[in-house]
């Protein structure tokens, strides 16, 4: 070391500043690749598919709740003495509680911490379930008001679940995720009628088919605070929270009024469909008993070439698209109340609920669980550019299968034609045979004992 180096009798070897200077460029190289690897949500990969398993999991327990209570309705009909009005009241509290706290929801998930909101509703909802087990048998009123109190915590989670995967994911990974949530519909109702049932027939009572779905949602709560990570909303998409305005509630409400046309046509050409299609079958009872399926067969045939027109003109007329939209989902809503009376006609009354259960797991696993996915994948095999305009035709291109899925649902229907009738009359004329088990009343419950023991 030179006597001439300034820094040889001033400078320390080892001194703080010599140090600061020589780590901060690796520090700062080091921060700036943490940066880069880390994904723009802020959660990594791994802890993404823990996430939506976790929301899956939930959802899967939100329609098995939903469910388990029509699973052992004939008891509570018994216990309680009511009928199937007072019964309906049930599920019709649960959903105007769900339908009107879900904008309440919706507005709070926008604004505060999304997992803290999820994991208070779930822990409200199994704890008023749990409580619901324990109504006493003179107190129906108790269980109405439990069952509304349920929809309280279902709308707090139902909400805001797909948007924390919206924040996860993009574009096709997106759409796969969120198939994959909505697959736990059709698999949740079906566990449903299927646990409640068989969990008043192994415990011979039916409130503890109430006490199964309570248990799992604690669980699920612990998982929502361990497992699921709040991702940065936006952020994955190039729009992160910090850099859009945050607005009221009414100039959001407005802004979403711009986004509803299309919610608007749905409702109403649901309600003149569904309207039409049970008047259009009523009537013409009168001349065919294979009306019903008849119309439902109609229905969907006329639905086709709208819905295809619809797709076609999406690129050259928003107008001419609304109305092929209304005209094809007034015709496809016409057979909705006819299915649902065909269901119950052609099963005996003591399989109905199977029958249902079965109707509602098959219509969504072929349905809204992975149609989805599935055109979501035709798009993608069929763009050939990443572009604007390949991405909107080869969406348009997998769209128009759902005009053909219509005409094929139509030949099915005319083909239901054929037996209608004679699986009518086999239901109506149904004896069980001898060595067939009868459901008896037994205790305050239902039980099966065989013909012979209860003929005098």
């Known amino acids: 070391m030179s006597l001439a180096d300034p820094t040889s009798d001033t400078t320390p070897f080892l001194s703080d500043e010599s140090e600061a200077e020589g780590l901060e460029e690796p520090r700062a190289g080091h921060s700036q690749r943490q940066e880069e690897d880390e994904p723009a949500s802020g ?4 802890r993404a598919l823990f996430t939506v398993g976790v929301l899956c999991f939930i959802n899967l327990l939100n329609y098995m709740d939903r469910f388990t209570v029509a699973g052992v309705l004939p008891d509570i009909e018994q216990y309680f003495g009511i009928d199937d009005g007072n019964s309906g009241l049930l599920q019709t509290v649960f959903i105007c509680s769900y339908m009107f706290l879900a904008p309440v929801f919706g507005y709070l998930g926008d604004r505060h ?42 709308a707090s989670y139902s909400t805001i679940a797909p948007t924390i995967i919206a924040d996860l994911y993009v574009k096709g990974e997106r759409t796969r995720m969120l198939s994959v949530f909505y697959f736990a519909i059709p698999v949740g109702s079906g566990l449903g ?26 669980i699920a709560v612990f998982l929502l605070l361990f497992v699921v ?35 608007i046509i749905t409702v109403v050409s649901g309600i003149l ?13 009168v001349w065919t008993p294979r009306a ?20 076609v003109f999406a690129q050259v007329s928003t107008i001419a698209t609304y109305v092929f939209i209304f005209l094809g989902e007034t015709f496809l809503s016409m057979n909705w109340a006819i299915v649902a009376d065909i269901l119950l006609y052609v099963v005996v009354p003591t399989r109905r609920s199977t029958a249902e259960a079965f109707q509602i797991v098959i219509s969504h696993l072929l349905g809204d669980a992975g149609s989805p996915y599935l055109l979501g994948k035709v798009s993608d095999s069929l763009r ?73």
């Open 113 to 154: 911490n999304r997992k803290l909101i999820m994991s208070v509703g779930i822990a409200f909802w199994s704890v008023v379930t749990l409580a619901s087990s324990f109504t006493p048998k003179n107190c129906f009123w108790l269980l109405l008001l439990t069952r509304g109190l349920v929809g309280v915590g279902e």
């Open 273 to 285: 469909g569904v309207a039409s299609g049970a008047e259009v079958s009523r009537r013409l009872r």
């Open 384 to 456: 050939q550019k990443d572009s604007y305009l390949w991405q909107f035709r080869s969406l348009q291109l997998s769209l128009l299968t759902c005009s053909f899925v219509a005409v094929a649902g139509g030949a099915f229907f005319l083909a239901t034609a054929l037996f209608i009738e004679r699986d009518r009359q086999r239901a109506m004329n149904y004896a069980p045979s001898d060595d067939e088990p009868i459901v008896v009343p037994n205790s305050g419950r239902s039980t099966r004992v065989p013909v012979s023991s209860v003929l005098i």
């Open 193 to 218: 009628y299927i646990v409640g049932s068989k969990v008043d027939d192994v415990a011979g009572d039916w409130h503890w088919a109430l006490r199964v779905t309570p248990v799992l949602g604690l």
């Open 43 to 46: 959660v990594s990969s791994t």
């Open 292 to 311: 019903d399926p008849l119309v439902c067969a109609i229905g969907l045939l006329l639905s086709a070439p709208f819905l295809y027109l619809a797709i």
């Open 229 to 263: 990570k709040e991702p940065k909303r936006g952020a994955i998409e190039a729009r992160p929270e910090h850099t859009l305005p945050r607005t009221s509630w009414l100039v959001d409400m407005k802004a979403l009024g711009r986004n509803f046309y299309f919610g």
